[in-house]
């Protein structure tokens, strides 16, 4: 395939690199004339391990792929099918990026396809918040170049997940390619070009696109925090913080793995909130500073909080709630939070009904017995072993846990219902009625 890149920076050079190597003809596009003859002449722009014998494997290249580089963008685009945005996307000082890179990289492709009459696909790898594509690429070329995103040429989002000092590796053994696509004949385009890798190719919107590499990003920076106030605690008690985290990363099932990474409503249990209220206190103790693990409590109430003024929000005041453990297929009530959203809406005034087969008066005992009696006599008076009369009472019905018999009901209630769904019961969210409301989605 015939492909331009945008910006020979950290992931436009490897990328044009790593693409001619494959055997596609790749056009590097600049604005810096050093740039351009650096790269002409085989050598590497930055400090990167390998990138300067790959670059002596294709540039001028008879065999395989070729790659050169030019700050003539009208000839490039004309050349090419694909152009690859690579520009940079700094940060301003309040925090926001800097798309002026990007703009002008759209206005300039936007200009040579005024002649183009081929179908041309505008690939962004440069990272940008969810709607940049749309709202600044899109934009900038349709109204430069007279043409229609879809229609006449075509837009897609391709995040990277280069690291530098290993971002040849990477590139050619990614844990997945992800494809924004404006319409199926761009990621057609895109996949093909991709072919080589041997690696899950997932096509999407493009503004999902955009937003898995903030979720990986952020990701990335929140365990590096984690892990370091958690070395911080075990040095202060003397304890080998690398031998812990060793043993902590040896559990797929729960520490990483999809398990805890599903967005929904908040945690809770026996387990989670005191644990995490002893270790942060021993913390103070040793008088440590874990800005991270103290806000985790903190962002659990807001959530709940959220979920609290979603319902008030509504303006009706009957609400049914399906669920009152903090998890299907138990009884456990200890700081659930469905028990605190309940306890808080008591509270504002709502009459409220509760369902929940694993809790019942009658057969609880021990722990969660003196819990109920205790601590939320009160909501165990509003439980009711019916479902249907829980349904039929409110106006609002919140889905607490996953309980299979709570896909049924959701599927069998009228449009008359609002439904505030806390665990996402159903994956797919079309055909479901227009008073459904979700959490996080």
Not at 303 to 332: E, M, P, W, Y
Request: proline share 3%; net charge negative.
């Amino acid at each position: 395939m015939r492909i331009s890149v945008f910006g020979l920076g950290y992931v436009g050079c490897v990328s044009a690199a790593c693409l001619a190597k494959q055997g596609h003809y790749v056009v590097g596009v600049d604005i810096s004339h050093n740039k351009v003859d650096i790269i002409n002449a085989a050598k590497s722009p930055i400090i990167e391990k390998g990138l300067d014998q790959l670059l002596k494997e294709v540039v001028g290249s008879k065999t395989g792929g070729s790659l050169y580089a030019t700050a003539d963008v009208q000839t490039a685009v004309m050349d090419t099918e694909i152009s690859l945005i690579c520009v940079g996307t700094p940060s301003n000082e309040n925090g926001s990026l800097r798309l002026d890179y990007v703009k002008r990289c759209a206005a300039d492709i936007g200009n040579s396809l005024k002649s183009k009459t081929d179908y041309h696909v505008v690939v962004a790898r440069s990272t940008m918040l969810p709607g940049s594509v749309e709202d600044v690429i899109v934009k900038e070329i349709e109204a430069v170049s007279g043409k229609k995103a879809a229609l006449d040429f075509g837009v897609a989002m391709n995040p990277e997940f280069l690291r530098e000092s290993t971002s040849i590796e990477d590139f050619y053994n990614p844990p997945v390619t992800v494809i924004g696509q404006i319409d199926e004949r761009t990621g057609d385009l895109l996949e093909k070009m991709y072919a080589f890798l041997d690696a899950p190719i997932v096509r999407t919107d493009i503004k999902t696109a955009e937003m898995v590499k903030y979720a990986n990003n952020t990701y990335h920076a929140l365990k590096v925090s984690f892990a370091n106030e958690i070395g911080v605690i075990c040095k202060a008690m003397g304890i080998d913080s690398h031998q812990v985290m060793n043993i902590f990363c040896m559990d797929t099932k729960l520490n990483l793995s999809p398990y805890y990474l599903k967005p929904g409503f908040a945690f809770g249990g026996s387990c989670l909130p005191k644990d995490l209220r002893a270790i942060t206190y021993k913390a103070k103790n040793l008088d440590i500073e874990a800005p991270v693990l103290n806000s985790i409590m903190k962002t659990n109430m807001i959530h709940i909080n959220r979920v609290i003024n979603q319902i008030v929000k509504t303006g009706l005041k009957k609400v049914g709630i399906l669920g009152l453990s903090f998890k299907a297929g138990t009884d456990d009530l200890r700081e659930s939070p469905i028990v605190i959203l309940t306890e808080a809406l008591i509270g504002k005034g709502f009459d409220i009904k509760i369902y929940d087969k694993n809790v019942s008066l009658a057969s609880l005992f021990g722990a969660n017995k003196e819990y109920i009696e205790k601590e939320i006599p009160h909501i165990s008076s509003l439980m009711t072993d019916n479902l249907e009369s829980v349904v039929s009472h409110a106006d609002v019905v919140v889905i607490g846990n996953k309980a299979e018999e709570f896909v049924n009901a959701l599927s069998i209630m009228g449009n008359d219902k609002k439904i505030v769904d806390l665990v996402r019961l159903q994956k797919n969210l079309d055909g479901l009625p227009d008073q459904y409301d979700g959490v996080c989605w």
